[in-house]
């Protein structure tokens, strides 16, 4: 059984920092494309920031200097350093898992996302 289990979010005043963090479980952690969404109220899911199984990262414009994503193969687990936090960056947050196989096949998972809000 699959399991993105994601922690970190909470309340903070605008440019303060969180962390958050996404554990998984139930898959070969190391394979997967790694990612962070998020969604505000009655906007659409973004990506905010995604790390490829070989490292490579990649943020949202409007994300770019202030957030940071890492993983750690051998904890299976996936951090978003937040800096310098907004308003605007307030939403719920989900950890996604991406892969796609030689078969073709795709695997993607979601975790149930941790609400971060950002006070004026």
């Known amino acids: 059984q699959v399991q993105l289990v994601e922690s970190g979010g909470g309340l903070v005043q605008a440019g303060g920092s969180l962390r958050l963090s996404c554990a998984a479980s139930g898959i070969l952690f190391s394979a997967y494309a790694m990612g962070w969404y998020r969604q505000a109220p009655g906007k659409q899911r973004e990506l905010v920031a995604a790390i490829r199984a070989g490292g490579a990262t990649n943020y949202a414009d409007s994300v770019k200097g202030r957030f940071t994503i890492s993983s750690d193969n051998a904890k299976n687990t996936v951090y978003l350093q937040m800096n310098s936090l907004k308003p605007e960056d307030t939403a719920v947050y989900y950890c996604?898992?991406?892969?796609?196989?030689?078969?073709?096949?795709?695997?993607?998972?979601w975790g149930q996302g941790t609400q971060v809000t950002v006070s004026s």
């Open positions: 996604n898992a991406h892969a796609t196989w030689l078969s073709g096949r795709i695997s993607d998972y």
